[in-house]
């Protein structure tokens, strides 16, 4: 970790992070929400992010789309190919965003010695994200598309469909 992180992490007081991403993007952060500020950060005009909610992207992109609401408690954790999450997206409270995962294909290693691997997230538009559910690497979600509460999802989920469960399973396609 570099000094300029432990200092964006540690020394800057939550309500400046709110005031600077106000300004900048027109958007209402908590002050008790722990958002990194840097380059690969963007989020669109009138986001809202609850409090103890933690946005990380130091190891690659994160976008956030124009309208979307973030719950308390969330989780978002980009990887080195990105996470993008759509416009007017609702993400309810606890739910965990994973933009990366472990190597564990080798035996004769711990899986903490083995290569950190990256596939991406990406959240369409209008997507209903319900409390606790957990996003992994690699997903794709279409627009429309609602995800039930505490859903694991891990892979391409097609627009307009209602999915559930862990691992997360089409349940109603909605028309």
Request: charged share 20%; proline share 3%; net charge positive.
């Amino acid at each position: 970790m570099t000094l300029k992180v432990i200092l964006q992490r540690f020394a800057l007081p939550g309500f400046i992070v709110s005031l600077y991403y106000f300004w900048k993007y027109g958007c209402l952060i908590s002050p008790r929400a722990e958002v990194e500020v840097g380059t690969d950060l963007r989020i669109g005009r009138g986001v809202r992010v609850g409090s103890y909610t933690k946005i990380k992207a130091g190891d690659g992109w994160l976008t956030i789309g124009a309208g979307t609401s973030i719950g308390s408690g969330c989780s978002l954790s980009s990887g080195k190919q990105g996470v993008k999450i759509g416009e007017h997206c609702l993400i309810g409270p606890n739910v965990t965003i994973l933009g990366s995962n472990y190597r564990y294909d080798r035996l004769d290693k711990l899986f903490v010695e083995q290569e950190m691997i990256a596939k991406g997230v990406r959240i369409g538009d209008n997507v209903w994200v319900g409390a606790g559910v957990v996003i992994l690497d690699g997903s794709d979600i279409g627009s429309g598309s609602i995800l039930t509460p505490n859903s694991v999802v891990s892979g391409t989920i097609q627009a307009n469909v209602v999915v559930q469960g862990t691992p997360g399973k089409i349940i109603f396609e909605r028309r």
